[in-house]
């Protein structure tokens, strides 16, 4: 009976330690290639730790602060950023309220 306590509280343990390992705040979450569709066009968008490159055109700075994301300086380009996983990342206008899905493109190789 104490091997199994003890086995079950290091799960536990590896488990909580695993979490906190692994990092779910936006800013490391969003660096790389991310493909979403407007208006029937597919847009290819990759974001570095500090510029975003939109459909191979010359890249802009970009903010994130928490989950809020403005694209350089323009506060009327602000958007809420959230990952409901790894390869999802969805954008929220904060003035229009208008969503955005984002698929995150597999890198090569």
Do not use: K
Not at 21 to 38: A, F, H, K, N
Not at 61 to 79: A, F, P, V
Not at 83 to 108: C, N, W
């Amino acid at each position: 009976m104490q091997i199994q306590r003890t086995i079950y509280l290091l799960a536990i343990f590896l488990f909580l330690q695993s979490c906190t390992m692994t990092s779910s705040e936006p800013s490391d979450l969003i660096t790389g290639s991310w493909r979403t569709t407007i208006g029937g066009f597919s847009i290819a968008t990759t974001y570095t730790t500090t510029e975003v490159t939109v459909d191979g055109h010359e890249p802009l700075s970009y903010q994130l602060e928490g989950n809020q994301l403005t694209i350089d300086g323009d506060q009327t380009t602000s958007r809420l950023v959230g990952f409901p996983s790894s390869s999802v990342m969805i954008q929220v206008d904060v003035i229009t309220g208008t969503e955005h899905r984002f698929e995150r493109v597999a890198s090569a190789g």
